[in-house]
């Protein structure tokens, strides 16, 4: 009697575990969804799967999609059989039909469908019983091209990537410096790792660090998407996945670029976007046109800055919080507490803004704050054109991101801002628009700005000099 192993014809392979939910021409919809923006869980809904497999399939690739399945791969040209012809292929087949007629209906080779039959048929039970599903499973295990990651072989270049990602801090005596434990709060930064308390190399300088070290071993050699793909991708095998907490983000799983670049306010309008600002805020030849932030301090304490981007002129807004801050919770429809929500800060600039000229209030520049959700009645209460720009684009408020490090000086980071009365920050403003600028001639904001309300008074119009 002839052996199974001879019946069949292959060895007895060992189990790789159960097939997969669905192939590659099932997931790459779900990867195409992910790149337009779409979370997970949306884009298993428009793929057709339920939301724990879309979420299961996202934190196994690391939140990246594999370059078989990313948008840029080519698509499938029809040279390999598909899940749907290989269901064909086996009704066709319970049918009674022989190879030739299956090769015939399929419009393919009868060796492609001899070959298909005889490879990944399912032969647990000795046999040849053709199922489409666990056929694909076998065509696509034969599809994969196993290569171990380079840190995986390497162990030299394995123990240098992981000292340096992980190292602890000590001092130049070589005691271990026992540091803070940092934890990050709020929802708003998704699923990350504690941050740990290490020396910390980024990726990228332990990429160009190794030609330094290793000047003559090329072996020594790796790119820095290697090691976050060794760090965030299940089964790479090679570092420890939480070593993600010594990285500066702590993210457990990798973000989408698409989907960081739909991150924007509700109430920011394509009409009201830094593009559709007039040129000629550009060359700073007219002035009027403002520059407005806010400088974060301790306990959600804030103050409001306003520059002017000609005279490079600045206002500081108070902005105390209300009695109830931390004295109880936040009613979600209420004010916020903090003091610089929206109501707060429209306030604080038409205040500021009802001194001065028509003349000299254009329009108003601002990032996509929460503090800014008041914006269209800010735009009637001051005449202000109000325009934001894009998200985390901080240069296109370059004039108020230079004031705002000049302000640092007096209001230093992790301080409490509350406690700067509004005496303080009028004489704050005032120190800075006396201080002579090399962009102004060397003249002072407070003088360049007087000339202009001169200018104003005496003809109606204001001019540069």
């Not at 004031?403 to 700067?420: E, I, V």
């Amino acid at each position: 009697m002839r052996t199974k192993k001879v019946r069949i014809g292959r060895v007895k392979m060992r189990s790789p575990g159960r097939p997969p939910v669905l192939h590659r021409a099932q997931r790459r919809p779900f990867w195409q969804e992910i790149a337009h923006g779409h979370s997970s869980e949306e884009a298993a809904q428009i793929a057709g799967v339920s939301q724990a497999v879309g979420t299961r399939w996202f934190r196994e690739c690391g939140g990246m999609p594999p370059s078989h399945l990313s948008p840029s791969s080519p698509a499938a040209t029809g040279r390999y059989l598909s899940l749907a012809e290989r269901e064909q292929i086996a009704l066709l087949r319970a049918q009674g039909c022989g190879v030739r007629e299956i090769a015939r209906q399929l419009a393919r080779s009868a060796s492609t469908i001899s070959r298909e039959l005889r490879r990944n048929a399912a032969t647990r039970g000795g046999g040849f019983a053709y199922r489409a599903i666990t056929a694909q499973w076998h065509a696509d295990r034969a599809a994969r091209r196993p290569k171990r990651a380079k840190l995986a072989v390497n162990a030299a270049l394995r123990r240098y990537v992981q000292e340096r990602l992980a190292g602890n801090v000590a001092t130049p005596a070589g005691r271990v410096i026992a540091g803070p434990a940092v934890t990050w709060k709020g929802r708003r930064h998704g699923r990350r790792q504690h941050r740990r308390w290490s020396r910390a190399w980024s990726p990228e300088q332990i990429t160009h660090r190794l030609p330094v070290d290793f000047p003559g071993d090329t072996a020594m050699r790796i790119s820095h998407e290697a090691i976050y793909q060794s760090l965030y991708i299940q089964g790479r095998g090679a570092l420890r996945r939480e070593l993600t907490a010594c990285l500066r983000t702590g993210r457990a799983l990798r973000v989408p670029r698409e989907r960081v670049r739909g991150r924007g306010k509700p109430f920011v309008t394509p009409e009201i976007l830094i593009s559709e600002r007039p040129a000629e805020v550009d060359d700073r030849a007219i002035p009027g046109h403002w520059e407005g932030d806010l400088i974060l301090g301790l306990g959600s304490s804030a103050i409001g800055t306003l520059v002017e981007r000609t005279t490079r002129f600045t206002v500081l807004l108070h902005l105390p919080p209300l009695p109830e801050h931390g004295r109880q919770p936040r009613d979600k429809h209420g004010p916020a507490l903090a003091g610089h929500g929206g109501e707060a800060v429209r306030d604080a600039i038409t205040r500021a803004m009802g001194a001065l000229p028509q003349q000299l209030r254009r329009s108003l520049t601002w990032d996509q704050g929460a503090e800014m959700s008041q914006h269209a009645r800010l735009s009637i209460d001051t005449g202000l054109a109000i325009y934001f720009c894009d998200p985390r684009s901080p240069w296109q408020r370059g004039t108020n991101e230079n004031t705002n490090g000049l302000l640092r000086q007096y209001f230093p980071k992790g301080t409490d801002l509350s406690l700067h009365r509004p005496a303080e920050l009028q004489a704050v403003a005032l120190a800075l628009n006396t201080r002579p600028r090399k962009t102004l001639h060397w003249r002072t904001p407070a003088e360049a700005f007087n000339e202009l309300l001169l200018s104003v008074n005496q003809n109606g119009v204001a001019t540069t000099s």
